[in-house]
């Protein structure tokens, strides 16, 4: 291994090692750990530099309104909620934001606000996630990048002032493990890939 690949290994070690963690203890990172997390994702490549993220930090009560709001767009989405089933969906949708202390909501405008090509705009929010969950992970955090249904209805886009064609890329949901790390090991990059030359 030559010198310039060594100085990389932390790095490595760190993207190997992260999994998704959906057992998180309420204990709450500080606000200098979220705003370290914060400060990485900005630093995510971004065609055109636009910057296109926007991020809300909710914690305590806020998580509650969330829950609330996110179980409201479910009832408009079922329609009749009648039913056992509905309402026992509902009351689970509800307490969907305490499954962590932190959740960390990643936003990205539709095109009518930015420059460039509006994948690219997402694409750009995808890699600030990451940039995210890696610095979580250096720093011993649990991280669970969850989106579902929740994240592209228009009624949860608007409680974050989002217009329908807004995106929300990640309700990144943040706090210490409760369980040890999945282990998962990927399909080897060999069968993905191709060799030209
Ligand atoms: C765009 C995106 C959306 C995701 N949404 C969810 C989700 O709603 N719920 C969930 O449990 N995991 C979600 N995940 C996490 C994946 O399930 C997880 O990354 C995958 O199982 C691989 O596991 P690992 O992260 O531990 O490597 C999402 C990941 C991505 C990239």
Known sequence: MNVEVASYAGIFDTIKQRRSIGQMTQQQPTREQIERILEAATYAPNHYVTEPWKFFVLTG???EELGKVMAEALE???GDTSSHRAQA???TERKKPFRAPVIIVVTIPGLRHL???EIENIEAGAVAVQNMLLTAEEMGLATLWRTGEAAY???VKQWFGLAPEDHIVAFVYLGYPAVSRPTRVPTPFSVKTTWLS
């Open 76 to 78: 408009a989405r079922l």
């Open 61 to 63: 009560p806020a998580r």
């Open 115 to 117: 420059q460039g090509v």
């Open 89 to 91: 969906m509902l009351a």
């Open 153 to 155: 209805d228009p009624h």
